[in-house]
Protein backbone atom coordinates (compact mmCIF):
# COMPACT_ATOMS: atom_id res chain seq x y z
CA UNK A 1 0.00 0.00 0.00
CA UNK A 2 1.24 3.51 -0.95
CA UNK A 3 0.89 5.78 1.80
CA UNK A 4 2.48 8.82 3.46
CA UNK A 5 1.81 8.97 7.58
CA UNK A 6 2.71 12.55 9.15
CA UNK A 7 3.54 12.73 13.12
CA UNK A 8 4.43 14.74 15.80
CA UNK A 9 2.28 17.65 15.29
CA UNK A 10 0.78 18.89 19.09
CA UNK A 11 0.18 22.18 21.03
CA UNK A 12 3.50 23.96 21.42
CA UNK A 13 4.14 27.58 23.24
CA UNK A 14 4.98 30.90 21.33
CA UNK A 15 8.89 30.49 21.04
CA UNK A 16 9.03 26.26 21.43
CA UNK A 17 9.82 23.78 18.80
CA UNK A 18 8.47 20.41 17.00
CA UNK A 19 9.80 18.31 14.62
CA UNK A 20 7.31 16.72 12.22
CA UNK A 21 8.29 13.23 10.74
CA UNK A 22 6.27 12.18 7.27
CA UNK A 23 7.21 8.05 6.75
CA UNK A 24 6.44 6.43 3.78
CA UNK A 25 5.76 2.89 2.45
CA UNK A 26 5.13 0.81 -0.42
CA UNK A 27 7.35 3.25 -3.05
CA UNK A 28 10.71 4.26 -3.33
CA UNK A 29 11.00 7.59 -1.64
CA UNK A 30 14.24 8.56 -2.32
CA UNK A 31 13.29 9.10 -5.94
CA UNK A 32 10.89 11.56 -4.94
CA UNK A 33 10.57 15.56 -4.54
CA UNK A 34 8.98 15.99 -0.66
CA UNK A 35 6.71 18.47 0.10
CA UNK A 36 5.54 20.52 3.80
CA UNK A 37 2.22 22.25 3.19
CA UNK A 38 -0.27 23.62 5.33
CA UNK A 39 -3.39 24.88 6.41
CA UNK A 40 -5.10 27.49 9.08
CA UNK A 41 -8.89 27.50 8.86
CA UNK A 42 -10.24 29.60 6.60
CA UNK A 43 -6.89 30.50 4.76
CA UNK A 44 -5.56 28.84 1.57
CA UNK A 45 -3.17 26.01 1.11
CA UNK A 46 -0.04 27.37 1.30
CA UNK A 47 3.39 25.74 0.75
CA UNK A 48 6.09 25.53 3.70
CA UNK A 49 8.96 23.80 2.13
CA UNK A 50 10.27 21.05 -0.44
CA UNK A 51 13.27 18.56 -0.28
CA UNK A 52 14.17 17.09 -4.28
CA UNK A 53 15.29 13.83 -4.41
CA UNK A 54 19.34 13.49 -6.03
CA UNK A 55 20.73 16.86 -5.74
CA UNK A 56 18.73 17.36 -2.56
CA UNK A 57 17.24 21.32 -3.41
CA UNK A 58 15.66 22.83 -0.14
CA UNK A 59 13.27 25.67 -0.57
CA UNK A 60 11.33 27.38 2.39
CA UNK A 61 8.58 30.05 1.81
CA UNK A 62 9.40 32.76 3.25
CA UNK A 63 7.45 33.05 6.88
CA UNK A 64 9.67 29.85 7.83
CA UNK A 65 13.06 30.61 6.59
CA UNK A 66 15.61 30.85 9.51
CA UNK A 67 13.06 28.78 11.67
CA UNK A 68 12.01 25.92 10.00
CA UNK A 69 14.54 22.50 8.64
CA UNK A 70 13.79 20.44 6.22
CA UNK A 71 15.74 17.08 5.90
CA UNK A 72 15.37 13.82 4.74
CA UNK A 73 16.63 10.05 5.53
CA UNK A 74 16.21 8.23 2.68
CA UNK A 75 17.30 4.88 4.69
CA UNK A 76 14.45 5.31 6.57
CA UNK A 77 11.74 6.86 4.09
CA UNK A 78 11.55 10.12 6.33
CA UNK A 79 11.48 13.65 5.88
CA UNK A 80 11.17 15.54 9.06
CA UNK A 81 10.67 19.53 9.42
CA UNK A 82 12.31 20.77 12.30
CA UNK A 83 9.96 23.67 13.38
CA UNK A 84 11.63 26.00 15.99
CA UNK A 85 10.67 29.48 17.37
CA UNK A 86 6.83 28.54 16.38
CA UNK A 87 4.55 31.44 16.10
CA UNK A 88 0.58 31.40 16.68
CA UNK A 89 0.59 32.23 12.88
CA UNK A 90 2.05 28.80 12.41
CA UNK A 91 -1.23 27.16 13.53
CA UNK A 92 -2.22 24.63 10.83
CA UNK A 93 -2.71 21.55 9.83
CA UNK A 94 0.96 20.33 8.15
CA UNK A 95 0.42 17.93 5.32
CA UNK A 96 3.36 15.74 3.29
CA UNK A 97 3.27 15.57 -0.11
CA UNK A 98 5.69 13.58 -2.44
CA UNK A 99 6.11 13.41 -6.25
CA UNK A 100 8.64 12.17 -8.55
CA UNK A 101 9.56 15.08 -10.58
CA UNK A 102 10.09 18.42 -8.60
CA UNK A 103 9.47 20.39 -6.21
CA UNK A 104 6.27 21.94 -7.33
CA UNK A 105 4.84 24.74 -5.51
CA UNK A 106 1.34 23.72 -6.49
CA UNK A 107 -0.29 20.78 -4.01
CA UNK A 108 -2.37 19.35 -7.39
CA UNK A 109 1.06 18.36 -9.06
CA UNK A 110 1.95 15.67 -6.29
CA UNK A 111 1.02 12.14 -6.35
CA UNK A 112 1.27 11.13 -2.92
CA UNK A 113 -0.52 13.06 0.10
CA UNK A 114 -0.90 12.11 3.61
CA UNK A 115 -3.09 12.98 6.42
CA UNK A 116 -2.05 15.62 8.39
CA UNK A 117 -0.68 16.57 11.55
CA UNK A 118 -2.33 18.86 13.34
CA UNK A 119 0.12 22.10 14.92
CA UNK A 120 -1.22 24.66 17.33
CA UNK A 121 1.17 27.46 18.97
CA UNK A 122 -0.88 28.82 21.58
CA UNK A 123 -0.18 30.41 24.97
Known amino acids: QLQLVESGGGLVQPGGSLRLSCAAS????????VSWFRQAPGKEREGVSC????????YYADSVKGRFTISRDDAKNTVYLQMNSLKPEDTALYYC????????????????WGQGTQVTVSS
Open 51 to 58: ISSGDGNI
Open 26 to 33: GFTFSSYA
Open 97 to 112: LADRNYCSPFPYEYEY
